[in-house]
């Protein structure tokens, strides 16, 4: 079981990491494995929080990040690779299968899981079958980021190894490409960082980062990177 303070440490360490990334950084990429502690997050003792089971912890976490994605979305241009039909069916793939989620939560059924298994299959057919062998390694080309964080997502409520997607899907979601800075946690990360952290923050304390770390936040809104 982990303590409060241990759980903690584990947020702290991203709001910092998004401190040092938003202070006029110029070093490389940080790296994306910071993340890995949301695996434990997910299955921290059931008395860390009484009234929720591990699971459920992911699957919150699963929704409150494909709410994020999706208004990224409508944000968004229509991708080059896509029709704007396509990209309507994406979106509006994203809109039923969250609102499943949130059905889902409020009352698990297993025709409500079988679903899930649904938008996987619909997810499969539309990022097409683009496989390729890249350094022995074969590779799938997906033609679409979305809906990849949307799969990790829906595999937050009906695998087993839903901490395994839940680290997936925070990792799909902040990390950044940069020439100056590679691949990983970049400059541009800071805000999908903190609201990673924010999630567990508020999950576990019931406070917001400003409450819960109130001199590093007033230091990350303080410098130049806006949030």
Not at 5 to 30: M, R
Not at 165 to 193: D, F, H, I, K
Not at 202 to 224: G, N
Request: aromatic residues 12%; glycine residues 4%.
């Amino acid at each position: 079981m982990q303590s409060k303070s241990q759980i903690t440490t584990k947020i702290k360490k991203w709001v910092e990491a998004a401190l040092e990334l938003s202070s006029n950084y110029t070093g490389f990429a940080l790296p994306i494995t910071r993340l890995t502690s949301i695996k434990s997050l997910c299955k921290v003792d059931a008395q860390a929080r009484s009234d929720l089971s591990s699971d459920i912890a992911a699957e919150q976490f699963a929704l409150y990040l494909s709410k994020r994605i999706l208004q990224q979305a409508k944000d968004a241009m229509c991708p080059d690779s896509l029709t704007k039909e396509e990209w309507d069916v994406h979106k509006s793939l994203m809109t039923h299968a969250i609102a499943q989620m949130e059905s889902f939560l409020e009352s698990p059924t297993p025709d409500k899981t079988q679903s899930f298994w649904g938008y996987l299959k619909q997810i499969n057919q539309l990022q097409g079958d683009n496989y390729r062998r890249v350094h022995g390694t074969t590779i799938h080309f997906v033609r679409s980021g979305y809906l990849l964080k949307l799969e990790y997502a829906i595999c937050c409520f009906i695998k087993p190894e839903f901490d395994y997607y839940a680290y997936r899907l925070a990792r799909e979601y902040t990390e950044c490409y940069a020439p100056t800075y590679g691949t990983g946690l970049t400059p541009a990360s800071v805000p999908m960082l903190l609201e990673v952290a924010e999630f567990w923050c508020q999950y576990y304390f019931e406070q917001s980062l400003d409450e819960k770390f109130p001199r590093l936040m007033q230091e990350i809104h303080a410098s130049c990177t806006p949030l």
